[in-house]
């Protein structure tokens, strides 16, 4: 099996990969039948009041509203545009209405369409439903989710807004192959041990990151078929080594010291999660939302139970933590800006990330020896730099403070310069750009930096 994939991997024509993998003696069984359906519909014995709750709980640690509630909308009428390399994939209704929504699901047809990637009308979803991570809920949890979404949400009556994506694309049957390929059988990959989110602890902490919270989805690199190159940490340190999402980089997750989490405190992380800023960073694109719809709302004892899985990732590469250099705010102050980029960085990034590049706490992040700086791949600096963003107010941190955008006062060379500088600068040690990168993103951006 393993070798099969490595060959589809490889395989550029999407339609001789799926060929291939139907050649390659997958066994077209599904593992819906293995789904427990009490005989019930319409929610009927899904109301107890506690188990609404903690289905609420678990739908704000799932970011069910990231994809479900669009820009404006009504909360889980669906209709957010989701860009995929095949065209757009719009997400659905999933309030309690008869009609456009899921009212008319039973028990069994929810969990099919959560943790098995099936509609209950028996086709595939596209992966943008991140159900091969939520394969990984159990069905405890499951049935607390059913239970908020029948009970606990308002029906809206919105019909279904049509795909954009045109014939043969938009046949459905690859996607089961995807799925067969791609998906973990969601009997097998349910964790028993997770239940317990009292405590702190690595399972609980493995159970919401790989499953629940579906980090990978966004901090996992894809491969040819745009399936996560590792669903778990079994699958190697390809898992949460960091992807691009939309004009975004989001790192790593795993022990780097450069680049990744190496050098930050478990409390670091938790409070990351919980304010959306710490004193190494603030977050910003897809992870401004992440904060803000999700992790703001997990209990401290399920941050912790995260930070301590993340800890636990081994690091994908052995490397030195950096050393803060003083070389380059001492030529600052001293008015030597000879170095390209030195120039623009003092005349449009130092006011608030300081000529030291230490920022100030909690307000500007700083960029010295930042994991964001430091990152090989520099998406998220350029589309910074282009498109400023704003930091995400929450309850522990409501203050929002605001980078500005440069994309029209700065051109792709000075854009690329600016961005090398601080690559380079105060003991950051991370590859130059160079203006055609810098071109390019600019060119693919759909971003607004909110
Ligand atoms: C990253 C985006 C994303 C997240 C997060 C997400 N969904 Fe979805 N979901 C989608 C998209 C897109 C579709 C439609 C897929 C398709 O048409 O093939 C979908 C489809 C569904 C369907 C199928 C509806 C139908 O027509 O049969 C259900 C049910 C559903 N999601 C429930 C949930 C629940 C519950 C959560 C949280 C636990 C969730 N989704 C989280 C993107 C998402
Ligand atoms: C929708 C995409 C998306 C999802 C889902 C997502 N992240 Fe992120 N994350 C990002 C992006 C983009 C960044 C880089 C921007 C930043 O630092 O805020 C990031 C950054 C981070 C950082 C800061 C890393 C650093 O070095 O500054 C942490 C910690 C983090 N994410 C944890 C998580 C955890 C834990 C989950 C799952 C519960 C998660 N993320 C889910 C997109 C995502
Ligand atoms: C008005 C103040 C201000 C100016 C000027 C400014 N920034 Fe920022 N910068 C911020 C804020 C605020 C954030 C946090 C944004 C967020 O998290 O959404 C930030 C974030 C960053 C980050 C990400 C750091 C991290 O780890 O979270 C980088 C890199 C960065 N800025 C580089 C620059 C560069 C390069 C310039 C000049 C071209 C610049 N900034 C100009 C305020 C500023």
């Known amino acids: ?10 395989c550029a024509a999407i339609a001789a990969a799926f060929a291939l993998l139907a050649a390659s003696g997958v066994s077209y069984a599904t593992s819906a039948a293995s789904a427990t359906s009490p005989a019930s519909s319409n929610g009927a014995g899904f109301d107890d009041a506690a188990l609404v709750k903690r289905g609420e709980y678990l739908a704000r640690a799932a970011d069910c509203a990231a994809c479900h509630t669009a820009k404006g909308g009504k909360p889980f009428a669906g209709g957010l545009p989701l860009p995929t390399p095949i065209g757009t994939v719009y997400s659905t209704n999933i309030t309690p209405d008869g009609q456009s929504g899921i009212g008319s699901y039973t028990y069994a047809d929810f969990d099919n369409a959560l943790r098995h990637g099936k509609s209950k009308a028996g086709y595939t979803l596209y992966p943008a439903m991140p159900y091969p991570s939520y ?22 009556q919105q019909p279904r807004t049509p795909n954009g994506i045109r014939w043969p694309l938009s046949m459905r049957w690859p996607l089961a192959l995807w799925r067969i390929a791609f998906a973990p059988d969601a009997a097998a990959a349910a964790s028993p041990q997770a239940a317990d989110s009292q405590t702190v602890s690595l399972e609980r902490g493995r159970y919401l990151v790989e499953g629940v919270g579906h980090c990978g989805a966004c901090h996992t690199s894809r491969g040819a078929l745009l399936q996560e190159r590792a669903l778990t940490d079994n699958g190697g340190p390809a898992f949460l080594q960091g992807g691009v999402v939309e004009q975004w980089f989001a790192n790593s997750l795993r022990d780097d010291r450069v680049d990744g989490l190496g050098d930050w405190t478990r409390d670091d992380i938790v409070m990351f999660l919980k304010a959306g800023r710490n004193a190494h960073s603030a977050a910003f694109g897809g992870m401004r939302d992440v904060v803000l719809d999700s992790t703001q709302y997990m ?16 690091p994908a590469r052995q490397q030195a933590s950096l050393a803060y250099s003083d070389e380059a705010a001492l030529a600052l102050h001293a008015g030597h800006t000879e170095l390209r980029g030195a120039r623009t960085f003092l005349d449009n990034c130092a006011a608030c990330h300081r000529s030291d590049g230490k920022g100030y706490d909690g307000v500007f992040p700083r960029l010295a020896l930042s994991a ?41 060379q000075q854009v690329a310069d600016v961005v090398t500088f601080i690559r380079g600068a105060w003991g950051n040690r991370a590859p130059a750009v160079d203006a055609d990168e810098v071109r390019r993103i600019r060119k693919s951006s759909t971003v607004s930096g909110q």
Not at 3 to 10: H, P, V
Not at 135 to 156: C, E, N, S, T
């Open 299 to 314: 209990t401290d004892a399920d941050l912790n139970s995260i930070a301590m899985y993340l800890q636990s990732l081994a």
């Open 1 to 10: 099996m393993r070798n099969a994939l490595t060959k589809i991997r490889s």
């Open 372 to 412: 964001t700086v430091n990152a090989q791949d520099p998406t998220s600096l350029v589309s910074l730099v282009l498109h400023g963003a704003s930091m995400p107010g929450t309850r522990h941190a409501p203050t929002v403070f605001t980078m500005p955008a440069f994309g029209q006062r700065l051109d792709d």
């Open 135 to 156: 394969a990984r809920i159990q069905p405890d949890d499951v049935k607390a989710l059913y239970a908020y979404f029948m009970h606990g949400v308002a029906p809206v």
